[in-house]
């Protein structure tokens, strides 16, 4: 972990407790827990179907879950607090969806600006545009990009231009579903460095769902692992291979995962 956004509060960034997500008769998390420090990049991963992007959408209020309790920058989202608490800190965090998940009609400076109408709707719009156009040259996209469409944009680009978004209202953290998923090596490497330079430069706490094995590696402060229904365990990922679990064995010591682990150490030499 290196920078706290706040260096005074020591309060976990997110707290779920016994989380149960049920769609009919099939139950995704039985008892998942899990604490999220601030200031750290948590990387998680499981099998397909175990419920990454579930349990990302349970804590940001998309999914409602049967059971448990969510806790978000000091706040609990299932009730205790009123509309208007909810609402304020929902415009603390930013959310980038698989593929970026641009509205198509709209510029990318419009898209960006989508967050900042919603929550700050007598905004000055030439103030409102000009914040855009920060956030978007903040992800290293040229600044004419403002003005383009989701339809001229590469895969990367696009998924900056949701990163750009997901940073509009200043957050203090940042869900990002799949950011690398599609992306040539070289893509997905910028994008990691880019990741972590926001992550140092606004200090913000970064819940990662990813499968990629090298960003694992290259910018994780610790892994969080589902695996039979809930978090099996949370650690640096020694500390995970340490715990012999068959799943996280076959995972980070498979050849993919020796390969990551390979190349991570050349460029840590």
Known sequence: MRINAHPDDDSPAIVVEGLVNRFGDFTVHDGLDLTVRRGEILGV???SGSGKSVLMRSIIGLQTPAEGR???LGRNLRGEEGDEADRDVRARWGVLFQGGALFSTLSVGENVEVPIKQFYPDLD???RAEIARYKVMLTGLPEDAVQKYPAEL??????RAGLARALALDPELLFL????AGLDPIGAAKFDRLTRELQETLGLTVFLITHDLDTLYEICDRVAVIADKRIISVGTIPELIATGHPWIEEYFNGPRGRSAHDAHMQGEA
């Open 45 to 47: 991963v499981g099998g």
């Open 70 to 72: 969510i806790g978000v």
């Open 125 to 127: 719009p030439a103030f």
């Open 177 to 180: 579903d799949e950011p690398t």
């Open 154 to 159: 590469s895969g990367g680009m696009k998924k």
